[in-house]
């Protein structure tokens, strides 16, 4: 098997482990290890697109913030191990890194797919959003002013701090922090969840992946900015226009069974 590695190289308990990993993996098989990482194993260093395309299965160690740094570019199945904060989208613990990885050498795992959304500017595909895409103000304490729609609908005009559009993975993130709902991963949905409304009405959505959701900023909208999972940020104007709608690529993650439920009890609910 080929294997890709992946890790947060600015932390020495990612790092550490990485090594170990590392080791294990070129028992078992050849190491495509991503160039910020492969500085610390002497080795040659490859690119995240490279990865995808020479792995098998890709290995990150990190957070949930190097998974998604990983989803920009890698479609493969990702092996997530976690070596940093709550880690909701890792399989397992640093602790149980290397019998979990002997359990995927053997075979003895599922893979999941989750979806992705697609995100147009201007008539210009920008990164795939596995968590959320979000369109808000860049000036603190200053409201955005917006139309939102679905298809040809309009659906809501209001002033907020900004909007979110996540995906069933991401309704465990950010827009679970301003009231959005949490979704099963393999509901074929989007939320629209608005970021501090000034609006009584305004609520989140749940909408159909295979519909198109556009963003519309009005004329008096201040400096605003389009994020994509927290990493990609690019400026918006009232005159762009913004479309987000399902993709037809997935986040792939290799699973030994934890169901999403008990996934949310053990992370959300402590």
């Known amino acids: 098997m080929n294997w ?23 028992e078992n098989g050849e190491v495509f290890a991503e160039k910020g990482f492969a500085k610390s194993v002497d080795v040659k260093g490859y690119t995240l697109k490279e990865i995808n395309e020479k792995a098998d ?37 640093s602790k149980y890194a ?22 147009m500017l201007d008539g210009k595909r920008l990164t795939d959003a596995a968590n959320e895409v979000t369109v808000q ?13 679905v298809d040809d609908d309009l659906i809501e005009t209001m002033g907020a701090d900004g909007i979110i559009v996540a995906t069933p993975t991401g309704s465990t993130s950010y827009s679970l922090s301003v009231g959005g709902p949490i ?14 409304p000034f609006k009584l009405s305004a609520r989140p959505w749940i909408i159909p992946l295979d519909k198109n959701v556009r963003m519309q900023l009005l004329g008096k909208s201040k400096e605003s900015k389009l994020v994509i999972d927290g990493r990609v940020a690019v400026p918006v104007t009232p005159k762009s226009d913004i479309i987000v709608t399902g993709s037809e690529k997935k986040a792939r993650f290799v ?9 949310v009890r053990l992370k959300l609910m402590r």
């Open 4 to 26: 890709g590695i992946i890790c947060k190289a600015t932390a020495k308990k990612a790092v550490s482990l990485a090594m170990n990993v590392h080791e294990f993996l070129r």
């Open 57 to 93: 299965i890709v290995v990150t160690i990190g957070g949930d913030g190097t998974i998604l740094m990983s989803l920009e570019e890698i479609e493969k199945p990702i092996f997530a191990i976690n070596s940093g904060g709550m880690g909701f989208l890792s399989e397992v613990e």
């Open 98 to 119: 290397i019998d979990g990885l002997k359990r995927v050498n053997d075979g003895n795992y599922n893979i999941e797919e989750r979806a992705k959304l697609k995100i």
């Open 137 to 149: 103000t860049d000036r603190i304490a200053k409201i955005l002013y917006l139309k939102l729609f």
């Open 183 to 196: 979704m099963d991963p393999t509901v074929n949905a989007m939320i629209i969840a608005p970021l501090a």
């Open 255 to 263: 699973r030994f069974g934890e169901s999403f439920y008990q996934m």
